[in-house]
């Protein structure tokens, strides 16, 4: 049964963080590229999700809000998400379908095709979450995805952080560049807008080269100047916060055997933002950050198993 976010919202303890964006179905090749492959295994994909999972993980009251076709795929996504902890915020469509990815695992990269163009989530509107709704909640968090899945849900994006800032929470955004959904002219202006905008902001230092042409984490700061706190990732190198007012601040990643490096992010953003709910200094919350992405790293899932 459907809980449409205003009665999930009217009910139960205030969430501490609200994680906004599309869920996907998601299908990875075992054993061989897809093209070849006859054995393949059914998840859960989607980074506001992942972001979700790992705040429940380190001890927090996170929802994720979004909108899911009334498939089986769905259904999935619901019990895998409220399997870990999540509170959901999800209105069924009979209409459109839960989105679908596709992927080729890798160690130095995976290769990912999505299918979701139409789908539930990408008819999320401004409206879908109200500043009545988000009272108590103390971060609202979304990605770049979200607004590149269709102009609704990129108006939906904007007047989330109004939103969110009159109820009292702060706006987080991962830029979480994806290539396949938009042009780079489109993402890069329209990203830099966003990631400017919002209060907390996560982005890699080589998406941001790729966006910006930004070169060095020095070089994110100045492109954006105005993001109270941004955080620039480095991959295995570290990575960065710029606090305004304040010095940066910098700690190296761990060493890692990678296995697979989807998810790293998502995870990083959910260590990241937990340390912050705990009222954790700069230097801890970039190392509860590495933590957590190192967790990822050592898996072939985007979220890390269960104990």
């Not at 601040?249 to 790293?264: M, Q």
Request: overall charge negative.
């Amino acid at each position: 049964m459907s809980t449409s976010p205003a009665a999930s919202a009217a009910s139960g303890t205030p969430a501490e963080i609200i994680c906004v964006g599309e869920s996907m179905g998601l299908i990875t090749a075992i054993g061989a590229p897809l093209a070849e492959t006859e054995t393949a295994s059914v998840g859960v994909a989607g980074a506001e999700g992942n972001v979700a999972v790992g705040l429940v993980s380190a001890g927090h009251r996170a929802v994720w809000a979004s909108r899911l076709g009334d498939d089986p795929l769905a259904a999935r996504i619901r019990a895998e998400l409220e399997r870990r902890g999540v509170k959901l915020w999800a209105e069924t469509d009979a209409d459109a379908p839960t989105g679908v990815m596709f992927k080729d695992p890798g160690v130095e990269s995976s290769a990912v095709y999505y299918y979701r163009r139409g789908s539930a989530a990408s008819l999320m509107a401004p409206g879908f979450l109200s500043a009545e709704q988000l009272q108590g909640v103390r971060i609202v968090h979304t990605t770049g995805i979200t607004p590149a899945l269709s102009s609704s849900c990129l108006a939906m994006v904007d007047q989330l952080f109004t939103d969110a800032r009159s109820a009292g929470a702060v706006a987080s955004f991962d830029v979480n560049d994806r290539r396949a959904l938009w042009s780079l002219d489109e993402a890069a202006s329209t990203l830099a807008r966003l990631a400017d905008a919002a209060d907390i902001t996560f982005v890699g230092r080589d998406e941001a080269e790729r966006l910006w042409g930004t070169a060095t984490a020095e070089d994110v700061r100045a492109h954006l100047p105005n993001c109270a706190l941004l955080v620039v990732k480095d991959g295995d190198v570290g990575a960065t916060a710029y606090s305004l007012g304040d010095d940066a601040v910098f700690v190296p990643a761990p060493r890692v055997d990678v296995v697979e490096p989807v998810g790293a992010g998502d995870a990083f953003a959910s260590g990241f933002l937990a340390a912050t709910l705990d009222g954790a200094g700069l230097a801890e919350r970039l190392s509860a950050g590495h933590a957590a992405a190192a967790r990822v790293l050592t898996t072939h899932g985007d979220l890390p198993p269960l104990d």
